[in-house]
């Protein structure tokens, strides 16, 4: 039920579209082929099969052109609480406020929800004297073009920041990612599906709901290296990819990379690539 001024409105949503595709696929005769950077899970594409109702299906994968071994490091810093903690933010600010002097802005700071992004807007602004460019400020695409314009700006965006998203070269080396950007389980549609799937007997957090936080936050990282000469540092500020057995899920899907929770690796990183380009 959605209210819009004196009227309402009725919303159908399907729980499962598993069988109304697959019976479309089946009305024509033909081949069909799905292509993304962000199908698999933990390296298989079984979560999304499933979720379309494809049976006896070829999958391939095949590696990133970017080299991320060596263009890219994942850092996850040390002593961060619990992310539904009350201090969260301001501890996630603390640690991500070294890391973009270190880049000297240059950075998309991603939330998951915009009680955090306005609170780390202000957090943020005090501590920085970069351009801090904040989602809701002006137009998306305005933001985008003012970051790419403006040296060592600093773009602190929710959802619509986290895909469809392209910035090539040095006005971007650091995403930075406030925690897994699990959904909200009292969105109604969500509460639903979690519902029947346990009535179903299923596990909806780990059949759904973190195969979907999975490919979420592949997008995120996404933003990261557009282009074969980029390179730059991914911090995830959230602990339980370390704590939690399905953090092992999360690291699985994500490119080959090096990791580390220490600053100075990452101050290393770019020493290493900084010398780099001055050979060039």
Known sequence: LEIRGKGFYLNQTPLDIAGVFRSRIEEFECMNVFTSATLSVNRQFDYFSARLGLEDVGVRGWDSPFDFNNQSLLYLPRGLPDPRTSGF?????????????????????????????????????????????????????????????????????????????????????????????????????????????????????????????????????????????????????????????????????LPEMAHTGELRDVEAFFLRHEAMKDRV
């Open 89 to 253: 933010t301001g501890e996630l600010v603390e640690k991500a406020i070294p890391l973009l002097q270190l880049t000297r802005g240059r950075a998309f700071f991603l939330f998951t929800s915009h009680r955090a992004l306005r609170r780390s807007a202000e957090l943020v602004g005090e501590a920085l004297d970069y351009p801090i460019l904040v989602q809701g400020d002006a137009p998306r695409t305005e933001l985008l073009e003012t970051f790419r314009s403006t040296p060592h700006s600093v773009l602190l965006g929710t959802s619509s920041f986290w895909e469809g998203v392209d910035v090539r070269g040095q006005a971007l080396s650091c995403v930075i990612i406030d925690k897994l950007p699990f959904a909200s389980p009292g969105e109604p549609v969500l509460n639903a599906r979690l519902t029947r799937m346990e009535e179903q007997g299923g596990n909806p957090f780990m059949e759904y709901q973190v195969p979907e936080a999975v490919l979420a936050l592949k997008q995120g990282i996404g933003r990261l290296l557009r282009d074969t000469s980029d390179y730059g540092v991914l911090m995830i500020g959230d602990p339980r990819l370390r704590t939690r057995p399905y953090g092992r899920i999360f690291l699985n899907s």
